[in-house]
């Protein structure tokens, strides 16, 4: 839901999902109040896109890939929301073809940094945090 309300947010002049269930998709962006378009699987979604972000638990614990990197436009992005030490391996796949991608360690910083401000009305430490996430003790 945040992903599609930021992606509005940043002015995205199209949205597609790609969902095992479309009215699942069509229930989250009518409760989340943005405009979609639902594609039947990934592949179908990618065509000529920007930015790809993949939402879903795949590749957190294995090496699966919401989409095959080298089906992306040479321009694209890709935005995994789903972090592990070391990157995905759609993060990692994504940079070997010459891609822009990120996974989302960094959105699990900065909303931790949020929540503390928020529970205790003081800024964070962000290196204290990004020490932390980073330690070889942290398990991913």
């Known amino acids: 839901a945040a992903a599609l309300v930021a992606l509005e947010l940043c002015g995205c002049s199209e949205i597609r999902v790609a969902a095992r269930t479309p009215d699942r998709a ?70 070997a073809c010459g891609l822009r991608a990120d996974d989302g360690l960094r959105m699990l910083v900065e ?11 003081a800024e964070p430490s962000l290196d204290a945090m990004w020490r932390a996430v980073e330690s070889p003790e942290t398990s991913s």
């Open 26 to 95: 069509r229930a989250l962006a009518d409760r989340v109040r943005v405009t979609i378009a639902i594609v039947a699987h990934a592949e179908a979604a990618v065509d000529g896109v920007a930015l790809v972000v993949n939402a879903t638990p795949v590749g957190m614990r294995d090496d699966l890939m919401p989409v095959d990197p080298t089906l992306l436009p040479s321009d694209a992005a890709v935005f995994d929301l789903v972090y592990r030490r070391g990157a995905t391996s759609w993060v990692r796949a994504a940079r």
């Open 111 to 121: 909303q931790g940094a949020e929540a503390f401000r928020v529970w205790f009305d």
